[in-house]
DNA sequence: AAAGACGGCAACCGCCTTCAG
DNA sequence: TCTGAAGGCGGTTGCCGTCTT
């Protein structure tokens, strides 16, 4: 025996979501918190299947999630990781706040791809000896721990950045978002309100004061407590983004705790004269080593490569 | 100005893992 | 303990807007 069925595949509507359906997905977010998926369907009378529902909200409704604009900052970061994770889209997105897995890898299938396509082939015209044939084991070794080495010197690199111009948003590159529209007195400062998309800003206005519910014993993360950003965001000195990436980082269902998010914290509190927010474990293997260069090992690593003539 | 090519992205598909019954 | 659905995730598709000819 198992569980009853989700929802019958007949009579399930597919294609683009309108406005109205996110409407009505919210309010049930909105009143029940995200979860049970198979609940939305029959409870909301949306002709949608569960999977449909949850993929919609992760993607695009949940708050706090910033569409398009990826910084050189994020380029890099998301490099890097894709050259350690692989195409661990969710794993990658975990150390972008406010970033959603798609996103990622639709930016990275669309452009980043491409120009380290180009940029590797710029470097193979200058150096061409810079693919060499397979190292040997001892040289193999060696390459891991540099891959390792760059991954961690990238990620402190990109995580360190100032939480000023984390918030910004480039302009320059991704996809073209309308500006927002004046805001009113009360709302969060331009270069804030800027991180979110047009439409989906509008729909997460709806959440105002909306907070995820205490994760239940559902997968994921059973037995991982909520990241100290979850609590500390609702002492009121904390920005609407920052609540926005604790209510992510605290949300059900999520595996990975998102380093990035307790960094943003962690600077934010620091920044504003806070007391300080112990180091998680992960912050801690980070940022080891004291921040201490570490320069590429071999000129025959592919990840060099790709790092270095990406321009990083 | 029109038509075809191209690119970006939202959404679907299918597999895998987790977990409720 | 077993079964099968829910949930998570990565790959892929197809629509739509933009660009080029």
């Given amino acids: 025996m198992g569980r009853p069925p989700c929802c019958d595949k007949e009579g399930v509507k597919k294609g683009p979501w309108t ?10 977010v909105q009143e029940h918190g995200p979860g049970n998926w198979r609940a939305v369907p029959a409870t909301t009378g949306l002709m949608r299947c569960s999977k449909s529902c949850r993929l919609r909200w992760t993607n695009y409704l949940r708050p706090g999630i910033r569409r398009g604009g990826f910084s050189d900052q994020e380029d890099r970061l998301i490099v890097h990781l894709q050259a350690l994770l692989g195409n661990r889209w969710a794993a990658i997105a975990s150390y972008l706040p406010d970033r959603t897995d798609n996103d ?7 452009h980043l791809k491409k120009k380290l396509l180009v940029q590797q ?3 193979q015209q200058r ?6 044939p397979p190292p040997n084991k001892g040289q193999w070794e060696l390459r891991l721990q540099t891959d390792i080495d760059l991954a961690r010197r990238a990620l402190r690199d990109a995580l360190s950045v100032p939480l000023a111009e984390k918030m910004m948003i480039s302009g320059t590159r991704g996809a073209t978002a ?3 529209p004046p805001l009113p007195a009360e709302s969060p400062p331009p270069a804030l309100v800027q991180a979110y998309e047009l439409t989906t800003r509008d729909v997460s206005c709806m959440l105002d004061g909306w907070a995820p519910p205490t994760p239940g014993k559902k997968s994921g993360s059973p037995a991982t407590p909520p990241p100290p950003v979850a609590a500390e965001s609702a002492s009121g000195s904390t920005s609407e983004l920052t609540e926005c990436s604790a209510s992510i980082s605290s949300a059900p269902n999520r595996r990975a705790a998102p380093v990035a998010a307790q ?3 962690r600077e934010e509190k620091a920044a504003a004269g806070g007391e300080e927010v112990p180091l998680s474990e992960i912050e801690s293997w980070l940022l080891e080593d004291g921040g201490g260069e570490q320069k590429p090992a071999h ?3 592919l990840l060099d490569a790709a790092l270095y003539n990406f321009g990083f």
């Avoid at 990622?104 to 669309?110: A, D, L, M, P, R």
């Fill in 19 to 28: 406005p109205e359906e996110d409407l009505v997905l919210v309010s049930y």
């Fill in 104 to 110: 990622v890898k639709n930016y990275w299938n669309t």
């Fill in 121 to 123: 082939h710029q470097h």
């Fill in 127 to 132: 150096a061409p000896s810079t693919l060499s």
């Fill in 178 to 180: 309308p500006a927002p």
């Fill in 263 to 265: 960094l943003f914290v």
């Fill in 299 to 301: 000129d025959g690593l």
